[in-house]
């Protein structure tokens, strides 16, 4: 059974910075890639940052500059560490690890609010 778990989510002002974690059970080298989604209220869920086993790193062009991916293999954790944050980046953020074996596996955590306030 794979779990996630985010925590570092939070309350901040705008302009501010808050560095999200996620640890994952077993190895990270497992996974295709580590994603972190986020969603807002009344709107879809979107990819905000992925990173690959080969360590490629792809962003949502509405977070380019303010937002990096990181993780550390020994400790099974992938990062999101997010600058400049601004109100519409208000969500719960989720993180995720897809595995292609037969089909595509994501599995997801339970998510981490972030409230950017103005």
């Known amino acids: 059974q794979v779990q996630l778990v985010e925590s570092g989510g939070g309350l901040v002002q705008a302009g501010g910075s808050l560095r999200l974690s996620c640890v994952i059970s077993g190895s990270i080298f497992s996974f295709n890639a580590l994603e972190w989604y986020r969603q807002a209220p009344g709107k879809q869920r979107e990819m905000v940052a992925f990173?690959?086993?080969?360590?490629?790193?792809n962003y949502a062009d509405s977070v380019k500059g303010r937002i990096t991916i990181t993780r550390d293999n020994a400790k099974n954790t992938v990062y999101l560490q997010m600058n400049s944050l601004k109100p519409g980046d208000t969500a719960i953020y989720y993180c995720a690890a897809t595995a292609k074996k037969d089909k595509l596996y994501r599995y997801w955590g339970r998510g981490t609010q972030v409230t950017v306030s103005s």
């Open positions: 990173i690959t086993r080969g360590g490629n790193t």
